[in-house]
């Protein structure tokens, strides 16, 4: 391994934002190569893949994540990348696991993927997202859309492609996420979307201004859901959609069951179906 750097790293990756590690494995991070570094590997098309070895991550995850420690916060940080695209000296990257600003030191083709029973990075919860997703997708549409705690953008970008003629918002809380979240739809070039900070409790929308609002996997993180839910069903028009997700008996929130959520709802004024999906529970409701 080169023991001088030979690249840097630029994204919106931080500490507090890399404690949610499973969102930056759709992330675009960019990598600034040093000229004399580039060599013919990122122009030949035989390699999709790629090892980088980069800057540690200066926090520990808990013990139970034993693997990501091992891979991210040791002496080095080794991170499994698709190449998107090289540009000159530019390396465009999906699923760097490094902060802004850190050095790279070493990049090498990879030909092989994990095996599908590591704990990094397949868990259950990320199947039952995967199938949540893949049956909601197609229940998403209205000229204005908002995804609540949208992470990097990954799903508010997958609805903005589907519903092209509307208009897609994301927000979250934490402002290093939404950065992402631009450059990410800057890269692929996603133009009915607009990604800003917002905060649940405190929607800057207006009465009455919004056709669907998503909830994807975040309604269970919140202290105060019913405030939650009575901002949301305040931007709503009249018969707009609410569609909700969350996890049956997950590690951390509250421990609701499918009659807690509807209960929930109910109380917020919405009339709601659920499905129970994998581990999960899907609310579809209408103000």
Known sequence: MNTLPIGKIKNYATEESLNI???????????????????????????????????????????KRSEWNHRFTSKVGVSIVQLLKYDKNKLYLKGLIAENGSNVYDILPYTSFDHQETDFPVRQIEHTRKQVLKEIIERIDG??????????????MKIANKNTG??????????????QSKLNAEFY??????FSKGDIYKLYFEDNSLDTVICFFMLHHLDNIPH???EINRVLKKNGTLIASDPLGHHHGPQLDENDW??????????????????????????
């Open 21 to 63: 590690l499973a969102l930056w494995k759709d992330a675009v991070s960019i990598v600034d190569i040093h000229s004399e570094h580039i060599g013919t590997v990122f122009t030949s098309k035989e390699y999709s893949h790629y090892i980088i070895i980069h800057d540690p991550l200066q926090m520990k995850f808990s013990d």
């Open 143 to 156: 000229n204005n859309i908002l995804d609540v705690g949208c992470g990097v953008g990954s799903i508010t």
């Open 166 to 179: 509307s208009r897609v918002y994301g927000i979250d809380i934490i402002e290093d996420l939404v950065g």
């Open 189 to 194: 070039g996603i133009n009915n979307i607009q």
């Open 228 to 230: 939650a839910l009575s």
């Open 262 to 287: 509807k209960k929930l709802f109910k109380d917020a004024n919405f009339q709601c179906s659920t499905d129970i999906i994998g581990t999960a529970v899907v609310s579809t409701c209408k103000k």
